[in-house]
């Protein structure tokens, strides 16, 4: 039992613990042709050693012979030795003298980069390394090309690291708020371990990257094709990829499981809130260039038809529209190619919808085409008040895709007298018509509506 209990700890030291994985008690085989560490090293081992022995013998043999017996009185001790003083204070002096000497040489040597070094970037964060190459190129192990040197440009996000390459001697803490840099020359292709050496929180043991070195020829032809990663793979790989390699799973789990950030199980498609109170639904919409048209405190850039004062309010950065007496309201801008989003929350049951390309000017309804929402029609377009055109609905899409008191997301594009509307990332519905410049509004009749996030981008 004892014997099993032994093996089973060597096996967990062996397997578990990063250090054990450079080589065990000695330094793992150098990676490089000349470690300038390694000299100092074995000179300051083989002195200590030396000293060691010399002392502990010395000491053991003077336990033994001069210890005290019976009938023997104590011999007088010298009280000085001029020889012996000479050679125990010039031959230490000596030793610390090449000490000093062996050692200075290697840290100038570590410290002072060669002309023409490869240059790359590092960024380390609780609990993950970030390798930003010279074409953009990021990635969470750290790839150099053999035989040249290497200059590693290093700073931190959150706290204080430490880089360590044991197979190239390289050891440099990684500081928040500065840069630090360490350079190498890596001369034998073969992949090495890289931790970090500065306790960094709970994960701190599992910080580990690796070093591969490749020849010149196949590390251009790597960094290439990992640049493309997001061309070249299936959108699942490449985005499992990516969530790797930003750091993105140190925080997040997507199994549900609690960490320093939510799951991101189930967040796919579904509205989230944001810490000022607004939400935005998590998927894979772009929104550079879109510019917000309702500013979330009144109706501002705004025009009401019909209605009365409690028809249209503005509440929690909401649009609260109660459909009693009905009414709509409109941009006081026209628009003929866009891609609008807004979020809305269906309340209570009647007719709404959201008219497009409106014409003026009108009394009651507009000549437009009207994009059905919260009813039995989600998701339909129709010409209203002469406007022309054909559209098409998905009722199976629409059926899938709304929300019932949630929520949801549409997206209309309008874009050369095409039309397309999405609810929720859900194409539900399409057409072509005349479709000419105007402003676009929310209506209701007797229902009521909640608005945000009534956002536009313009197109070309």
Request: proline share 5%; aromatic share 10%.
């Amino acid at each position: 039992m004892p014997m099993r209990l032994i093996d089973g700890i060597i096996d967990v030291w062996r397997g578990g613990l990063p250090l054990a994985r450079t080589g065990g008690f000695w330094l793992p085989e150098p990676a490089s042709a000349d470690p300038a560490a390694d000299m100092a090293f074995r000179l300051v081992l083989i002195i200590s050693t030396i000293l060691f022995a010399l002392v502990a013998g010395l000491t053991f043999l003077f336990v033994i012979r001069y210890r005290r017996r019976p009938g023997r009185a104590v011999e007088k001790s010298p009280a000085h030795n001029t020889l012996l003083e000479t050679i125990w204070t010039f031959v230490p002096v000596a030793i610390v003298g090449v000490i000093f000497y062996t050692g200075f040489d290697a840290y100038m040597r570590m410290q002072t980069a060669p002309p023409g070094c490869y240059d790359l970037r590092v960024s380390a964060r609780q609990w993950a390394w970030q390798f930003i190459y010279p074409n953009g190129h990021v990635d969470e192990n750290l790839h150099v090309p053999a035989g040249e040197p290497v200059r590693l440009t290093m700073t931190s996000e959150d706290v204080i690291h430490g880089l360590w390459i044991p197979a190239l001697r390289v050891k440099m803490d990684v500081v928040p708020g500065r840069y630090t840099s360490v350079w190498f020359q890596a001369d034998k292709p073969g992949v090495y371990d890289l931790l970090c050496t500065e306790y960094c929180g709970d994960e701190h043991s599992s910080m580990l990257a690796t070093v591969e070195v490749h020849e010149r020829a196949d590390y251009d032809a790597w960094l290439k094709n990992a640049a493309n990663f997001l061309k070249t793979l299936p959108p699942v790989e490449a985005g499992k990829r990516l969530f790797q390699r930003r750091g993105c799973a140190q925080c997040h789990s997507i199994d549900g499981t609690a960490g320093i950030g939510p799951s991101m199980k189930g967040i796919y498609g579904e509205p989230q809130k944001m810490a000022d109170g607004s939400s935005v639904v998590a998927d894979d919409r772009d929104d550079a260039g879109f510019k917000p048209l309702f500013n979330g405190k009144n109706l501002d850039g705004w025009k009401t038809q019909g209605g009365k004062d409690n028809t249209f309010t503005v509440k929690g950065g909401e649009i609260v529209v109660s459909g009693k007496p009905n009414g709509y309201f409109y941009t006081d801008k026209s628009y003929k190619n866009y891609v609008l989003r807004f979020d809305w929350k269906f309340i209570k049951d009647g007719n709404s919808g959201l008219l497009v390309h409106i014409q003026l000017p009108h009394k009651v309804w507009p000549k437009s085409v009207e994009v059905q929402g919260q009813q039995k029609d989600h998701g339909r377009i129709f010409a209203i008040g002469g406007a022309k055109g054909k559209f098409t609905v998905d009722k199976a899409a629409q059926k899938k895709a709304i929300k019932v008191g949630d929520w949801n997301t549409t997206e209309v594009t309008s874009k050369n007298g095409e039309l397309t509307s999405k609810i929720n990332g859900i194409q539900v519905s399409t057409g072509k018509g005349e479709l000419t410049e105007g402003p676009f509004g929310l209506q209701s009749e007797g229902t009521e509506l909640h608005f945000k996030n009534i956002r536009i981008k313009v197109l070309d």
